[in-house]
Nanobody, 119 residues
């Protein structure tokens, strides 16, 4: 089993920045790909960004150029640096882990952290 804990969400104005963190514990050898998904009000869960242990990554088109995912394998932690935030980025952001490939979704989820972008 893998446990994931997110942190760093909050309320920011449009154009502002936030940095999310997710630290994994438990069966670290089962983590494989880690990533961020989000669920906006009234919408389905969507991939934001994902990253492999070898630091290959992919992003949703809507966040390319604004968000950066990174990974510190030494402490089993991923980050999501979110710049130039827009109101449409408002969502609960969930950490995900355990996918064997970058484009897949793993079975492990964190409880989520709220990101609200509003004036």
């Amino acid at each position: 089993q893998v446990q994931l804990v997110e942190s760093g969400g909050g309320l920011v104005q449009p154009g502002g920045s936030l940095r999310l963190s997710c630290r994994a514990s438990g069966r670290i050898d089962s983590i494989n790909v880690m990533g961020w998904h989000r669920q906006a009000p009234g919408k389905e869960v969507e991939l934001v960004a994902a990253i492999t242990p070898f630091i290959n990554s992919n992003y949703a088109d809507s966040v390319k150029g604004r968000f950066t995912i990174s990974r510190d394998n030494a402490i089993n932690t991923i980050y999501l640096q979110m710049n130039n935030l827009k109101p449409e980025d408002t969502a609960v952001y969930y950490c995900n882990a355990g996918a064997p490939r970058l484009e897949l979704m793993g079975p492990y989820w964190g409880p989520g952290t709220q990101v609200t972008v509003s004036s």
